[in-house]
């Protein structure tokens, strides 16, 4: 149980497209989704929470109109890199919340999605 | 503001040997998590610790939490190849969300 998927899982595009990248939990409910960001042989930082039919909240130095969050469903939130540009390539990996007491709160975390804009 | 710091960030030991990865943090939290991460790959729950004293044990890893000295360990006993990995420590903080260490970069050689 406790099942969370990204998709793409790799996505290549040109600088100033935009790229959607998919977070699901499969065997869950999640009123809570969270979007992180990793850099190369970095730590995870979160940049926003995404709560379910509610505006998601960012973290200091996150741009809400670049990265835009929806999470329109229980088990279903997007974030979307508006106009990209090489230095938002990173991996970005997202995590939900089972607010059930057996999982004690835990997140889950999907598989990561790399992003490269050329 | 919740900080957590692990140490050390980069490890490199012999297959058969033992060593402790330290994480610690700043402030009062609730729970404490250790994750593994293989290169390209996203985070393997290993462990939850909840209460003060907890101790979780998985094959060769063992985790603790003393939630006085804010500081939790991650111990390797016998280690062998198939733990070269990324161990990552977090902890909840006030909102409920996590805030992670810098990751601690294992490599076990033969």
């Known amino acids: 149980g406790a099942v969370v998927s990204q998709h793409p899982s790799r996505v290549i595009c040109k600088s100033g497209t935009s790229v959607k990248i998919e977070c699901r939990s499969l065997?869950?409910?999640?009123?809570?989704m969270f979007w992180y960001r990793q850099f190369p042989k970095k730590s995870l930082m979160l940049m926003a929470t995404?709560?379910?039919?509610?505006?998601?909240?960012?973290e200091q130095g996150v741009e809400k109109d670049k990265f835009l969050i929806n999470h329109a469903s229980l088990t279903l939130s997007t974030l979307t890199v508006t106009s990209a540009h090489p230095e938002d390539s990173s991996f970005y990996i997202c995590?939900?919340?089972?607010?059930?007491?057996?999982?004690?709160?835990?997140?889950?975390f999907g598989p990561g999605t790399r992003l490269t804009v050329l | 503001e919740l900080k957590v710091e692990q140490n050390p960030l980069f490890l490199s030991m012999q297959e058969g040997k033992n060593y402790t990865i330290y994480c610690n943090y700043s402030?009062?939290?609730?729970?404490l998590y250790w994750y593994r991460q293989d290169p390209g790959k996203s985070l393997e729950s290993l462990f939850v610790?909840?209460?003060?004293?907890a101790v979780k044990q998985e094959g060769r890893l063992m985790a603790s939490l003393d939630t006085k000295a804010r500081l939790s360990t991650l111990h390797i006993t016998a280690a062998v190849h198939d733990l070269s990995a990324t161990y990552f420590c977090?902890?909840?903080?006030?909102?409920?969300?996590?805030?992670f260490g810098g990751g601690t970069r294992l490599m076990v050689k033969p």
């Open positions: 065997d869950f409910q999640a009123t809570t």
């Open positions: 995404s709560n379910e039919g509610s505006k998601a909240t960012y």
């Open positions: 610790l909840l209460s003060n004293g």
């Open positions: 402030t009062t939290s609730d729970r």
């Open positions: 995590s939900a919340r089972d607010m059930s007491h057996a999982s004690y709160n835990e997140q889950f």
């Open positions: 977090a902890a909840n903080n006030a909102g409920n969300m996590l805030t």
